[in-house]
Every structure is written in C-alpha cells, then in structure tokens.
C-alpha cells in the first residue's frame, strides 16, 4: 500500500520556498512561534504578497491562540528578524529573507535555581574568622574621621571606593544637537517623530526650525524646542485638504495598474494618503497630468525600497507621495 499522499487539484495548494521551509526546521522556535509564522507565510507568500496587515486577532483566530499569546510571540519573531513589518504596530507583516534569520536566541546567563549553585556564587564582604560583633563593627569604625558627603548619600570611611555611581548627565548619549546652523538628530528619534506628527514631513522642518533657531539665544535643551515646533506645525496642518479638481481616485487606480508588483492601497478613504496626494498634484502644473504620475509610478515600480519616515521601506502609494521620494524619483533622469 503507498504511503505517498496525492494533492487533491481541485483543492489547490500552497508554494513554499524550499530555503525557507528548511529553515523552518532549522530555526530553534518554540511551537506557537512556529504556527504563527506558517499563518503568516500562508497569508503573504501564499497569495504572492510580500507583506499584508495582519491584527494579533486575525492571527488568532489562524492559528486559534489567544491575543495576548500572540502579541508576544510576534515581539519575539520581530527580534530574531524571522518576519518585519513595515509601518510601526498596526503596519504591515512579512516573512524576513532567510539571511537575517538569527537561528540560535542568545539567553542571557542567568544563575541556576538551586542552593549550593547560588551559595557558589555569593562573595563574602568579611573573613570567616571576623564572626563576632565586635569584629564585624569594625567596618563602621568611627576612630577614623569620615568624608563628609550630601545626605543623600551613603556615608562611607574615607578612602573607599564608591561601585555604584550613576552616569552623570554629560555623558548620557545625546540624540539632538545643534551647531549654529544645523540640528543634528538620531536616526532612531526621526524615525519615531515621522510616526508620531505624520503627514508632518519631519526632516524638512527640523531644517526649518534650524534657519530660525540660528536667529535665536541658546537653548539648553534642543530637543524639546524640536517637539514644540513640530506639535505647532502639526495643529496649522488641515485634517483634510480640498480634493476640488484633484482626481484622487484616478490616480490610486493608476497605482494599482502600473505598480502592480507594489503593496495595494487597502484603505483608498484615508485622509492622510489622500492629502499627500492632492498636495502632490498642486505644487506644480508639471504634475497636473496622468502621463507625469505614470512616469512616477513607473521609476518607483522599478525600486525595491525606499527612505520614508527615518528607515528603509518597501514603496507603497504613502511613501511615495511623501515629499523626499516624490521629487528623487522626479528628479531621476
């Protein structure tokens, strides 16, 4: 009798990377990290997708795991770069090339849990011979003057050494700086302020806000002369910009025809997408045609990522309406 299990051609199947399925059982998962990443291979790879918006909840109920399960079981795929995802928490999720796969989790070294292993381990502050009061006393001898120091501190006999001392403010890393002309900001602290005041266009301010601050007195703290003018930009920016002789619409459509190998627009009602767009259009009449927006279309289906928001990001319709990228790929020759 065979043993060989025949796919039914009315059922249809799913293709799968050799690589990666040989990964799958190379990569030390636990099992629910496991079913989880198969449901998300099975929504992306499955349809020829890339990535795709996957909640905690649709996963659940793939896979039939609570919310909270796979929360943390996403968290932890994310940090041994087996999937990404695009687009902050609620972005989009993908299968990761097997390259960036960590395949071994590195534990940190911990101490075990019993008796004799943990007393192995415990230094002793005294000699085993100095086991009477008197003795141990003497650490705390008052024959000796003291350094005077700030109550808040922990009065010590002179000449010791203190382990515990915390960083002084100086030596903090310091994420925003500003030389006169230019502000000087961490990657990192970009890319969470392009989250946070989007469709605010982050870098172009942060240029502005350095023209009008090398007018002004020295600040002692930048970055938070940084935050108060992107939340000022951020209430003048309209909620929703007058689509009046824009064809928004059109050119979503237009998207979908040319950059068919891009990710799809799911929500074409967003307001955010929708004011790029028109703003796109209106700052120059070279843009008020469908022969200008297809030759964007064309140079962006031609790419495979882009720099959008402080990182790296497959080209979506949103990145590339945003300002940087619209003009680079205008600007290709």
Request: some cysteine; hydrophobic content about 40%.
């Amino acid at each position: 009798m065979s043993n060989v299990i025949s796919l039914g051609k009315t059922q249809g199947f799913t293709r799968m990377d050799n690589d990666l399925m040989e990964a799958i059982a190379t990569v030390d998962l636990p099992a629910r990290e496991i079913r989880i990443l198969i449901a998300i291979a099975r929504q992306t790879i499955g349809y020829q997708l890339e990535c795709k918006r996957l909640s905690a909840d649709d996963i659940g109920k793939l896979t039939n795991m609570r919310r909270d399960v796979v929360s943390k079981a996403i968290s932890h795929l994310l940090e041994r770069r087996v999937i990404f995802r695009v687009g902050g928490s609620r972005g989009e999720i993908g299968v990761s090339p097997i390259n960036e796969w960590a395949f071994f989790d590195e534990k940190e070294q911990c101490l075990s849990e019993t008796i004799s292993s943990h007393s192995a381990q415990i230094v002793s502050l005294r000699n085993d011979a100095s086991e009477t009061k008197t003795a141990t006393c003497l650490l705390y001898t008052k024959k000796e003057p003291l350094v005077t120091v700030s109550t808040k501190q922990i009065t010590a006999p002179q000449g010791a050494e203190h382990s515990l001392v915390e960083t002084p403010e100086a030596e903090k890393p310091v994420l925003v700086s500003f030389d006169g002309e230019d502000f000087k900001v961490d990657d990192t602290l970009i890319a969470k302020w392009a989250k946070v005041y989007a469709p605010i266009d982050v870098e172009f301010e942060i240029k502005r806000a350095a023209a009008w601050a090398s007018g002004e007195k020295p600040k002692k703290n930048w970055r938070r002369y940084l935050v108060n003018w992107l939340g000022r930009e951020l209430k003048k920016k309209p909620r929703s910009t007058p689509e009046t002789g824009v064809p928004v619409d059109k050119i979503i459509g237009l998207y979908h025809k040319v950059c068919s190998n891009l990710p799809q627009v799911s929500t074409a009602s967003d307001p955010v997408l929708r004011s790029m767009i028109v703003e796109r259009w209106n700052e120059n009449e070279a843009h008020q045609n469908s022969e200008f927006w297809r030759m964007i279309f064309d140079r962006a289906n031609r790419l495979n990522q882009v720099f959008f928001r402080g990182e790296n990001a497959v080209p979506r319709l949103e990145s590339i309406c945003s300002r940087a990228v619209f003009r680079s790929l205008e600007e290709q020759a």
